[in-house]
């Protein structure tokens, strides 16, 4: 696939100035929709992440010791997956399913909703790329360590059309307790129910998990956004999904030192609460605020640096906006029961 280029009189470079524009004078797209500059990936495919026990979904790396494994018991789990990519394997059988040289051949035969990139990280984002590509409506990548400059690259990609939503990478993936399985979350937890969560963190959203499952509430949709510095989805987005999610009566959202996704989904949750007549509970956490100041902390791209706000500014703010802050986990089941009045 050839690189996104700059296409004026300036040196020829890679277009990565705005991860929110294109170059006005660059006209590739990797979308056959119209693209309207001020919605298109944000807002135009939020929904991408409404999986259900209908999502049908490939494997790319399918031969790969980690997917095999990963695709037995998701498909054990009742997940609908219908096949998967390994480039030179085409034509072949794997679990019984079929195995394609290309994501775009899946999209013309077995017809895939979202895919799973399971290929190591050095390769992930060229893997991305394709499903991108070739329309596929929802991606999910699990590695970690992607380098930063491939993920700036996807990141422009992802803005330049209206076709696919990324989640990840570096995260355990989203799921739809009881319905679909896509990544790497353990699943026996889980219980089809809910309570809509998004988090930076991957163990503490089983966390999250395990105290609605014992609660009795269960999960509608649970969606890992992973710790790196430029994911696919934010926990804006997680929030938006579950706002109109019609299974999710209450929220969850779980964020972390570094960064400024919880500012942002402060702000959201502020607009949400003073315009929604009847607003569902939301509990937030933020990891890390016990973390000395003056420190760099974090891992993946959750960093806190000097100078920067950390924990306690973002479970103020989000507190401020309306959110029940707690301080652990194990807390969010019984008070999101209070909250729901049960």
């Known amino acids: 696939m050839q690189l996104p280029l700059c296409t004026t009189s300036a040196p020829r470079v890679l277009h990565l100035s705005s991860l929110g524009r294109s170059c006005r004078?660059?006209?590739?797209?990797?979308?056959?929709?119209?693209?309207?500059?001020?919605l298109s990936y944000d807002y135009d495919t939020i929904q991408n992440l409404h999986i259900d026990s209908n999502t049908r979904f490939i494997y790319q790396g399918f031969t790969s010791k980690a997917a095999t494994s990963n695709a037995k018991?998701?498909?054990?789990?009742?997940?609908?997956?219908?096949?998967?990519?390994?480039?030179?394997?085409?034509?072949?059988?794997?679990?019984?399913?079929?195995?394609?040289?290309?994501?775009?051949?899946?999209m013309t035969t077995v017809k895939p909703?979202?895919?799973?990139?399971?290929?190591?990280?050095?390769?992930?984002?060229?893997?991305?790329?394709?499903?991108?590509?070739?329309?596929?409506?929802?991606?999910?990548?699990?590695a970690e360590h992607i380098?930063?400059?491939?993920?700036?690259?996807?990141?422009?990609?992802?803005?330049?059309?209206?076709?696919?939503?990324?989640?990840?990478?570096?995260?355990?993936?989203?799921?739809?307790?009881?319905?679909?399985?896509?990544?790497?979350?353990?699943?026996?937890q889980y219980m089809k129910g809910n309570i809509g969560i998004v988090s930076k963190s991957g163990t503490l959203s089983y966390e999250a998990v395990g105290a609605t499952t014992n609660a009795g509430l269960g999960q509608s949709i649970v969606c890992g956004m992973g710790g790196d510095m430029l994911p696919g989805t934010s926990l804006v987005d997680g929030l938006r999904l579950f706002f109109t999610h019609e299974q999710t009566e209450g929220i969850i959202v779980i964020g972390e030192i570094g960064g400024r996704a919880e500012f942002d989904a402060a702000d959201l949750i502020k607009e949400y609460i003073a315009?929604?007549?009847?607003?569902?509970?939301?509990?937030?956490?933020?990891?890390?605020?016990?973390?000395?100041?003056?420190?760099?902390?974090?891992?993946?791209?959750?960093?806190?640096?000097?100078?920067?706000?950390?924990?306690?500014?973002?479970?103020?703010?989000?507190?401020?906006?309306?959110?029940?802050?707690?301080?652990?986990?194990?807390?969010?089941?019984?008070?999101?029961?209070?909250?729901?009045?049960?």
């Open 113 to 142: 909703h979202a895919s799973v990139v399971f290929v190591p990280a050095a390769f992930a984002a060229k893997a991305t790329e394709e499903a991108i590509e070739a329309e596929i409506p929802l991606v999910v990548s699990v």
């Open 147 to 188: 380098p930063v400059l491939d993920m700036l690259r996807v990141q422009d990609i992802l803005r330049t059309q209206s076709k696919t939503r990324l989640v990840g990478p570096n995260c355990p993936g989203i799921i739809a307790p009881g319905q679909c399985r896509i990544g790497i979350m353990p699943y026996k």
């Open 275 to 342: 315009s929604t007549p009847n607003p569902k509970p939301i509990i937030a956490m933020v990891a890390g605020r016990t973390a000395p100041p003056g420190k760099t902390m974090g891992h993946a791209g959750a960093l806190l640096s000097p100078g920067e706000f950390g924990a306690e500014a973002k479970a103020q703010a989000l507190a401020a906006a309306g959110a029940i802050v707690v301080e652990h986990p194990g807390l969010m089941g019984p008070k999101m029961r209070s909250l729901l009045g049960m």
């Open 25 to 38: 004078s660059c006209t590739r797209q990797y979308s056959t929709k119209p693209v309207r500059r001020s």
């Open 73 to 106: 018991d998701t498909i054990e789990y009742g997940t609908k997956v219908v096949g998967g990519v390994s480039p030179g394997k085409g034509g072949s059988t794997h679990l019984n399913l079929p195995v394609f040289n290309t994501v775009r051949e899946t």
